[in-house]
């Protein structure tokens, strides 16, 4: 009896926006008397901090301070259409909708601004808060001033909209599943590496470090986007080798009820973590960016059976990964089954030996 | 100052470990009332008798709502999707799974809201239910949903999703190895702190203002604009703060029902789902069955790849043959394969609806082809790392519906993965890149499936 020590990898890729699009997400963006930025978006935040980045994302388009903006995304008469907050779709998909709308107020701030220093809009920029002269920076006004101007002088509210969608990709002929279009609005990466321990006495898999590298596209906040890939691996884990709804499934005896009796992943399961980001920028996200809020739980589940594999010689290949999955596999030992060229892991479970021939998964040999 | 790129603080975040973030449960209404649902106590049945008239009779009492008081009944969450409705937002004439919600009710108070509850009498016949995917073609199985125990509605009318791509019978005939497995995949909780809930007031002018824990203000509001056949300016979804949602909270659970019992009542309705509701009653993840057949070569290369997955909806189609869709569309994972044929189908069971949750129609099928990848590189006694970087997808290659790729990062984050963690790959990995398949990298069966990158 001991512990065993075993690594795995996976190398994982995921889609940016609902599948086959058609998913649009629209902003609008006000300017009060002072230069204050009022943005209107319907995109929920369910603490992937999607408020935060469109705030960052106006900030950065038009120019001035972070904490210039307020962000309102808290009601159906005020903010537009945002399809919502699923399909790693909120930076990219609404954080498209708020730069163009970013944009058409930076330009009209650049109007009144030209009018007021009596400079060609095309020859201004602004910087921090300040709309200054390319190239002769003495010359400049606040966005603030700007703004006043507006309203009390020339009477006209600053304003912009802004609206993102992907035209919906058909399947052009069912059989084969051909699209016209690139179903998606990009594409994330990731590799994953889980060290783990395996028990071969009590069958434990404990999870004792995971090495994640994610390419983001651009890191419009570097601290979310490791919140993010911290967050997720540890749904990663859970998924791994503690949750189910169904512990005997697919029986639906013995669901959990309580916080204690069904099995989340908590901080004692906190494995170390190490992130790694790189920043291949998408084409058309906003400044790069790509999505990744969801994939990040997508690799950690193979990375650990493959090293649960390399630990103790056995695959577990229903999730999670339970003690009692793991010492029923090293009391069978199972091997594949091997005919010709052919190598049948997990025949036990298979459709071709539960249906009574309803079904069949029928390979060319 | 730079906004982008900066680690600025979180912009609620202060309010949140504060505790000063209002959350629907922490709005308010004088005057609401406590709801509570009649769900069914059992996986599978006809209903034969519903009365309410002794719960609508109980003093503390304002409103009961069944089938009946809902304008349009069944709606379809995907229908711009194609996909059509089969679910009552109340059960009418059966009940396909164990806590389906048949009435609710609205009372002064919680007791008397589970007291009126009780008070519904309810018949029922019971009927076999079905539980395994594996099992629900049989002849013997059950049929357990109007259009039987799996989809039938994709596009053309099939009854799968299928992808077909180059030639399966070559890949497999020309290979050395086949390696073949089953993976299993556990439906899981999104576990949110924030439970299912809702706040539904009637106003003076008329409208229904809903304090909603939506993840899709927008979805929300056409999901309950439709079953109350209401234009979108007589309703006011107020939220954007979630909870706790992972997924599960583009299902519309609450919100309908609590908006029909206001109209009913005239009083402003709060539901929220108890921690064994939202465990038991609220959608899951979907456990997945899926099989792979790798046509493989001695050298590591992957020729061909035979699938069939099986996606275990629960009793209802929600989300499912969009997820079964995205699922297709991403199992060749972070490789080019050139030689595919998938058929996958959404089966019904008798357990809770299945929904999103983070990686939705992916998570299963990342976890399915890379445990097998690592499977194949065991059997061919190939480094895991090379297997990888070899048949990863490059600039140029194909995806499984014919798009080609233009901005792959398999090579790169594998690359910086290995070198991250110390692992020291050999100079010929090292030199890999995602740039247009050449020389050793374009073996002849990778040839034909080059796409132009300019095409998209």
Partial sequence: MAVHTGRGIAAIEYPTGMNQNGDPSQAWIKVKPDGRIDVFAGTSDIGNGSKTIQSQIVAETIGVPYDWITYDNSNTDSSPVCTGTFASRATFVAGNAVLKAAAKVREKILEIAGKELEIDPADLEIVDGEVVAKGAPQKKIGVPDVAAAATWGHGELITGAGAQLKPFATIVDPETGRVDLPPHSAISYAGCAADVEVDDETGVVTVKHLWQCYDVGRAINPTLVEGQIEGGAMQGLGLGVLENCYPYYPSVEHRGSQFGSYLAPGMEQMPTIDTIIIENPSADGPYGAKGIGEMANNAQPPAIASAVFDAVGVWVTELPITPEKVLRALEAKAEPRRAGKLVVFDEEISVNAVSDGGIRFEVPA | ?456
Avoid at chain 2, 20 to 36: A, Q
Avoid at chain 2, 88 to 110: C, F, H, M, T
Avoid at chain 2, 342 to 352: A, I, K, L, P, S
Avoid at chain 2, 378 to 404: C, F, H, M, Q, Y
Wanted: glycine fraction near 8%; charge should be negative; charged fraction near 25%.
């Fill in chain 2, 1 to 456: 100052m730079k906004a982008v790129g900066a680690r600025l603080p979180r912009y609620d975040g202060i309010a949140h470990v504060t505790g000063r973030t209002v959350f629907v449960d922490d709005v308010r209404v004088p005057g609401s009332l406590w709801v509570k649902a009649l769900r069914s106590p059992v996986h599978h049945a006809d209903i034969t008798g519903l009365d309410t008239s002794q719960a609508e009779a109980m003093k503390g009492v304002h409103a009961v709502v069944t089938w009946k008081d809902v304008p349009l009944l069944e709606y379809g969450h995907l229908s711009a999707l194609g996909i059509p409705a089969d679910e009552p937002l109340l059960a009418k004439d059966n009940v396909r799974y164990k806590g389906q919600p048949i009435a609710v009710v609205a009372a002064e108070d919680e007791e008397t809201a589970i007291a009126a509850v009780e008070a519904i009498d309810l018949d029922l016949s019971e009927k076999p239910a079905l539980f395994d995917v594996r099992k629900a073609f049989d002849a013997d199985a059950p049929v357990i949903h109007q259009w039987g125990n799996w989809y039938p509605h994709f596009e053309a009318e099939m009854d799968r999703r299928q992808i077909r791509k180059g030639d399966i019978d070559r890949a497999f005939d020309d290979a050395d190895v086949i390696v073949q497995g089953v993976y299993r995949p556990a439906a899981i909780e999104h576990v949110p702190l924030e439970t299912q809930s809702c706040q539904v007031v009637p106003e003076a002018n008329g409208r229904l203002t809903i304090y909603s824990c939506t993840q899709a203000l927008y979805f929300s509001l056409g999901v309950v604009a439709s079953h109350l056949q209401l234009p979108l300016n007589k309703l006011k979804v107020v939220g954007g703060t979630v909870g706790g949602g992972f997924g599960g909270k583009v299902d519309t659970a609450t919100e309908t029902m609590c908006c029909l019992l206001a109209r009913k009542s005239g009083r402003p309705m709060r539901w929220r789902w108890t921690r064994e509701e939202e465990f038991l009653y609220s959608s899951t993840r979907a456990p997945w069955h899926m099989e792979i057949a790798d046509a493989v070569t001695k050298d590591g290369w992957i020729l061909g790849r035979k699938m069939l997955t099986l996606h275990d909806s629960g009793a209802y189609a929600r989300f499912s043959p969009y997820g079964l869709t995205k699922h297709s569309f991403h199992h060749t994972g972070a490789y080019t394969i050139p030689n595919l044929s998938f058929d996958g189908y959404v089966v019904f069971t008798n357990r809770v609806p299945t929904t999103a949750m983070r990686g939705f129609g992916v998570t299963s099928v990342s976890f399915a082809t890379e445990t097998h990848m690592s499977r194949v590189a065991e059997v061919l006694d190939i480094d895991p790392w090379e297997l990888r970087l070899k048949n990863a997808n490059r600039i140029g290659d194909t995806s499984p519906n014919g798009i080609t790729y233009t901005d792959p990062s398999t090579v790169p984050v594998v690359k910086a993965l290995a070198e991250g963690m110390g692992v020291e790959l050999s100079a010929d990995l090292r030199a890999m890149s995602r740039d247009l398949r050449e020389g050793d990298l374009l073996p002849q069966h990778l040839v034909g499936q080059l796409g132009n990158p300019e095409d998209h």
